[in-house]
């Protein structure tokens, strides 16, 4: 949509950034389908003509059996060009600008009682969660025991906010539990949690491969039930 609004003279170049753990032209040729020979193609269009398989333990299986690779983080840059003369930088919105609702406002910085902690937005305070999970508290080494808990902060990761946000990537946390294993082991808790971002991996690649199918009666295979109703319950 975003190309097709522009002008023809203005080059629109598109990466796959860091939304999975795995980037998609790094996936096995099993998976890759007709994209290898289809290089003109979109990245949507790539991910759209994925063999994916219908269960997560195929996809896993095949993934991990090729010893996939997970990409470096690109480092921050140091500087930044100058916007061009004469561009209109706008105004950035308020937050009720940005919902439509006056009474947003209100809601910036207040806490619930009633949550395990208090989750900021931003990248600073994601990498703090991280940081404090894995190098600082060490909880990530007793994660796959701990993390189906339903009470208090410490016995699941809490990254999800921060991953669906885009505050920080799912590379950036294999690059930190890599970092951990090296510095203080590896066992079944520090691999299950890559696990869980493999997982992640699935369901976005679904998401694009089956797109609104996802969210229709029938599932993405069409499937028609007939479902009982009682109206005593």
């Known amino acids: 949509a975003v190309r097709k609004a522009l002008p023809s003279h203005v080059n629109v170049h598109s990466t796959w950034g860091a939304c999975t753990l795995h980037h998609l032209d790094d996936l096995p040729l099993s998976l890759r389908g007709s994209s290898v020979e289809r290089p003109d193609m979109s990245l949507v269009e790539q991910a759209r003509s994925l063999n994916f398989p219908q269960v997560f333990s195929s996809f896993r299986r095949q993934v991990e059996k090729d010893g996939l690779p997970v990409r470096r983080c690109v480092p921050a840059p140091t500087s930044l060009n100058k916007l061009p003369t004469g561009l209109d930088r706008g105004e950035i919105p308020s937050v009720s600008e940005l919902i439509g609702s006056p009474e947003a406002e ?21 990498r703090e969660r991280v940081t404090y999970y ?53 066992n079944e808790s520090t691999y299950w949690l890559v696990f869980e971002l493999l997982w992640r991996d699935y369901f ?15 599932g993405e295979v069409g499937s028609k039930q007939k479902w009982s109703m009682n109206r005593d319950l």
């Open 106 to 126: 209100k809601l910036v910085g207040t806490h619930d009682s009633r949550a395990v902690m208090r989750f900021v937005g931003g990248e600073t305070a994601g």
């Open 134 to 186: 894995t190098h600082e508290s060490q909880l990530i080494s007793t994660y796959k025991g701990t993390r189906n808990g339903m009470l208090g902060e410490a016995y699941s990761s809490k990254f999800s906010p921060w991953l669906a946000h885009g505050c920080i990537s799912s590379r950036w946390i294999w690059s930190e539990i890599n970092q951990y294993e090296r510095s203080h082991g590896s």
């Open 204 to 218: 976005r690649f679904a998401a694009i491969k089956k797109g609104s199918y996802l969210f229709r009666r029938g």
